[in-house]
Structures are given as C-alpha cells and as structure tokens.
C-alpha cells in the first residue's frame, strides 16, 4: 500500500519566521504535487516535481524532491498571514489516476 | 480560463436518501476525479472517469457511482445516504496526458441528518 506521511500535522508561527514541511513515503513516486487549501475551498496545484533532486521556487517557497524520489520537502522563507492554510503532498498511485494524499499539514501563521 | 465548476455547493439530506453531484471539467480536459474529505481523514480517492468510462474506483461501496457525459462533464450520486457519508465532496480534471496534475473545484459540501 502506498502511503504518504506528512510532518508536522499542526505548525503555528510568527511572521517571518522560517519553515519546514516533509512529505515522505516508503514508495518511489514518478512525480510528485504539492497543494494548498483553504476552509471550505478545494486545494490548489501549487507545484508538481518529477525528477529525483528537483528543486522548484515558486516566489518565497522552495520544494525539493528527494533523489530517490520518496520524499519531498517544502520550505517557506518569512512566512506571511497570507500563507496560512492546509498544505498537501500527493503522489500519483500505481493505479491510475488516482492521487494518495498525505494527511496535510495545517500551518497557521500569526502577524 | 474558467475552473472546475461544482453544483450544489451545499446539500442537506436526510439518512437513506439519494444525493446527486454535479462537476464541469476546465475546458479541454477529458479526465474527472472524485475524492472524499472528510473530517479527520483526508482526501480519499473515490471514481475515475475518461471518454465517459469508469477508469478506477476507490475503496467505496457500490452505493457511491457516477457517470461522465458526452461534454466530459460528470454526476458523483449517493445512494442511502449513511451519516459518515457527510463529507466535502471534491471534484478534478486533467489532461489525458498529465493525470498527476490535477484541477480541483471548490466541492460540494454534503450534510447528512
């Protein structure tokens, strides 16, 4: 069974600080996404990697896929109140077309 | 270009009762994808639909079925409704070619009293 684990569950910072999400599997992926959600809303792609030792930047944060593409990491550099929300890592399944999601990692950040 | 489109955005129902989803894929995407959040349980993967075909199904009684349409759009309906059915229940699209990247809409929010 494929299986995505996602650390910390629940993360509450202040502005500014840095931060560290893992995403991390026993299973090799052929790519990996990453997805942020709001309450109530459904999640949005911030960014897919495909080849092991990938590193992707989108504005302040950096995702990297691991080299052998078992695990991914996202890091924010000075958080914003506007980054808070529910962050997900998915990997395509060896069934097709469906995504296995990591349990999310809440992350909330004060001003 | 316009999102994935989802209708109702909310639906009461009461237990044993029949719910109807409804989904519009982002224009040019042939693939719609189910998934089931619930309380505490993350997203859980529930149908597959491509050129209007059951492609794969999750871990769900058969009471969860769907269906595409010719237009691509898709119907997710539930069948005697049980309380733990009541969930976010989120609909997405992508190419043919990049099923790993998929679009989701802003899901149905389903009540069950």
């Known amino acids: 069974t494929q299986l995505l684990e996602q650390s910390p569950q629940f993360l509450s910072i202040q502005e500014g600080e840095n931060l560290t999400v893992y995403c991390n599997s026993s299973s090799v992926f052929s790519s990996l996404q990453w997805y942020r959600q709001e309450p109530g809303e459904g999640p949005v792609l911030l960014v897919t990697?495909?080849?092991?030792?990938e590193v992707k930047k989108l504005k302040r944060l950096t995702f990297q896929f691991g080299d052998a593409r078992k695990d991914s990491s996202l890091h924010i550099t000075a958080a914003q109140p506007g980054d808070t929300g529910l962050y997900l890592c998915a990997g395509e399944g060896n069934q097709g077309g469906k995504l296995i999601f990591g349990q999310g990692t809440e992350l909330s950040v004060k001003p | 270009e316009a999102g994935v489109t989802q209708s109702p955005t909310h639906l009461i129902k009461t237990r044993g009762q029949q719910a109807t989803l409804r989904c519009s894929p982002i224009?040019?995407?042939?693939?719609v994808y189910w998934y089931q959040q619930a309380l505490g349980l993350g997203l859980q993967f529930l149908l597959w639909y491509d050129e209007g075909e059951e492609r794969n199904r999750g871990n769900f009684p058969p009471r969860f079925s769907g269906r595409q349409f010719p237009n691509y759009s898709s119907e997710l309906n539930v069948n005697a409704l049980e309380l733990e059915d009541s969930a976010l229940y989120l609909c997405a699209s992508s190419p043919r070619v990049r099923r790993n990247e998929q679009f989701f809409g802003p899901g149905t929010r389903l009540t069950v009293l």
């Open positions: 224009s040019g995407h042939t693939s």
């Open positions: 990697v495909v080849t092991g030792g």
